[in-house]
């Protein structure tokens, strides 16, 4: 977990869930993210710097500079080789792991770049703005695949479906949306949450949808139907985030 008090914290899993901290930041942590086989540790932070860490030791390994401004939202690729990142500098990044090097530099929004994720099979990103759209880039060619004039408001989280062949989008108009990434179509809108959506992400092999949201609760949603199946409560403020543990059939918030 990553905090406004430029501090990250390794938690263990366990009833007392204690932790020890990192002190990663010169500003607030706004991500973190595991490389895939669980060695890494990347975070991003208000300081315009991005940081890898090694889990065992958790000692600093290297720091990715180039952002003009925050940076929201940084992921390893699939295979660790690439971290992608974007912010509020209207910019979203591409970097190489092993050179520490900017490989490209993506403009295409207009307004700050809160969220990004890679494709499962690592060959195509996407990414999400405050110009209330998502863009989807190959990253073969590094051209822009597919441009949705997504939501009604800014676009706060993208999350690829398991599979492969959707992306899902959270959005501060309080809906969640399910795209065709070979057609560009929506072929699905979930409505609900009666208040910005912060965070998605799949669950149950992408059967089901979690979403986190500042009205205080935490909603599953069934894919093909599109229903809320439950409605978690317990929050007394906004869920900034949510992700699946044991495959779904944990939600953490």
């Not at 607030?28 to 895939?36: I, Y």
């Not at 799949?202 to 599109?226: E, F, K």
């Not at 199946?229 to 949510?242: C, D, I, N, P």
């Given at each position: 977990s990553g905090s406004k008090d430029?501090?990250?914290?390794?938690?263990?899993?366990?009833?007392?869930?204690?932790?020890?901290?990192?002190?990663?930041?010169?500003?607030?942590?706004?991500?973190?993210?595991?490389?895939?086989?669980?060695?890494?540790?990347?975070?991003?932070?208000?300081?315009?710097?991005?940081?890898?860490?090694?889990?065992?030791?958790?000692?600093f390994k290297f720091s990715l500079s180039g952002h003009s401004n925050w940076v929201r939202c940084a992921k390893f690729s699939p295979d660790d080789r690439l971290v992608l990142s974007s912010g509020d500098d209207k910019s979203v990044r591409l970097w190489d792991v092993r050179s520490h090097a900017v490989i490209h530099t993506f403009h295409d929004h207009s307004a700050l770049v809160g969220t990004c994720a890679f494709h499962p099979d690592g060959m195509a990103i996407a990414s999400g703005s405050a110009d209330m759209t998502v863009k989807l880039w190959d990253l073969r060619t590094l051209q822009l695949l597919q441009h949705y004039p997504a939501h009604a408001d800014e676009v706060t989280s993208v999350q690829f479906h398991p599979s492969g062949n959707f992306l899902l989008s959270g959005s501060a108009d309080a809906t969640l949306k399910l795209w065709d990434v070979a057609t560009g179509e929506c072929v699905r809108t979930l409505e609900g949450?009666?208040?910005?959506?912060?965070?998605?992400?799949?669950?149950?092999?992408?059967?089901?949808?979690?979403?986190?949201?500042?009205?205080?609760?935490?909603?599953?949603?069934?894919?093909?139907?599109?229903?809320?199946?439950?409605?978690?409560?317990?929050?007394?403020?906004?869920?900034?985030?949510?992700?699946?543990?044991?495959g779904g059939a944990r939600i953490a918030s």
């Open positions: 430029r501090t990250v914290r390794l938690w263990l899993p366990s009833v007392k869930g204690e932790s020890t901290t990192i002190k990663a930041h010169m500003a607030a942590v706004r991500s973190v993210d595991f490389s895939s086989d669980g060695q890494q540790l990347l975070t991003a932070s208000d300081d315009k710097t991005l940081k890898a860490w090694s889990i065992p030791g958790q000692r949450h009666t208040s910005y959506v912060k965070s998605v992400c799949a669950l149950d092999g992408g059967a089901r949808i979690a979403s986190g949201s500042t009205d205080q609760t935490v909603r599953v949603w069934d894919v093909a139907t599109g229903e809320c199946v439950r409605t978690l409560e317990g929050h007394t403020a906004s869920v900034k985030s949510v992700c699946a543990l044991d």
